[in-house]
């Protein structure tokens, strides 16, 4: 079964780091681009980064640009998301999906985790 | 940076047809994808590259993208249908990802 499975989600201070990883399993990783994404309660989806297969061509959302980092080891099989300067405003259910291999326009989003909470709350 | 807009709500009696709107300035020269997410659940990919369907997704669920709009049509709705669904584009101009607010359909 194709699956993506977060971790690393919790409650963390303002100014605190989280390092969010995600599983991959049913597929190889390394022939798909990937992306982070993230929904705060109530709210609607917000990209947040993407990574190329080989991991050497990475794009930010403004938002987190300069705060988070996008990483991949594909002998492991996993995605990483490190989140650094935390703000109350990441409090989000924080998603990792798969870019469809056929999408000819390209970035779509296929395959999705479950998703892993972040609380950031003094 | 690129921006979609999405009606806040549509709703459709049982049977009858929803359509969801997504505009953004010359869409239709986009590739469009929709959502659907359910409560609780993580979104599942239902239309890519404007009509486009992946497997397991029902015909019921259909697209269309030209000019300065993209449309999610949903005909013969069903209960289990109702959702927030959302339309995304890939903004090649900054290789951003982008996302429109989200449309809940109510099912009647």
């Known amino acids: 079964e194709v699956q993506l499975v977060e971790t690393g989600g919790g409650m963390e201070q303002p100014g605190g780091s989280l390092r969010l990883t995600c599983a991959a399993s049913?597929?190889?990783?390394?022939?798909?681009?990937m992306s982070w994404l993230r929904q705060s309660p109530g709210k609607g989806l917000e990209w947040l980064a993407y990574?190329?297969?080989?991991?050497?061509?990475?794009y930010y959302a403004d938002s987190v640009k300069g705060r988070f980092t996008i990483s991949r080891d594909n002998a492991k099989n996993s995605l990483y998301l490190q989140m650094s300067g935390l703000r109350a405003e990441d409090t989000a259910i924080y998603y990792c999906?798969?870019?469809?291999?056929?999408?000819?326009?390209?970035?779509?989003?296929?395959?999705w985790g479950r998703g892993t909470m972040v609380s950031v709350s003094s | 940076s690129y921006v979609l807009t999405q009606p806040p709500s549509v709703s459709a009696a049982p049977g009858k047809t929803a359509r969801i709107t997504c505009g953004g300035d010359?869409?239709?020269?986009?590739?469009v994808h929709w959502y659907q997410q359910k409560p609780g659940q993580a979104p599942v990919l239902v239309v890519y590259?404007?009509?486009d369907r992946p497997s397991g997704i029902p015909e019921r669920f259909s697209g269309s993208n030209s000019g300065d709009t993209a449309t999610l049509t949903i005909s013969s709705v069903e209960a289990g249908d109702e959702a927030d669904y959302y339309c995304?584009?890939?903004?090649?101009?900054?290789?951003?990802?982008?996302f429109g607010g989200g449309t809940k359909v109510t099912v009647l």
């Open positions: 999906a798969r870019e469809s291999s056929s999408s000819l326009g390209g970035a779509a989003f296929d395959v």
């Open positions: 049913g597929f190889i990783l390394s022939v798909y681009e």
């Open positions: 990574i190329s297969t080989a991991g050497n061509t990475i």
């Open positions: 010359n869409i239709g020269s986009k590739s």
């Open positions: 590259d404007d009509s």
């Open positions: 995304q584009v890939w903004d090649r101009s900054d290789e951003h990802r982008v």
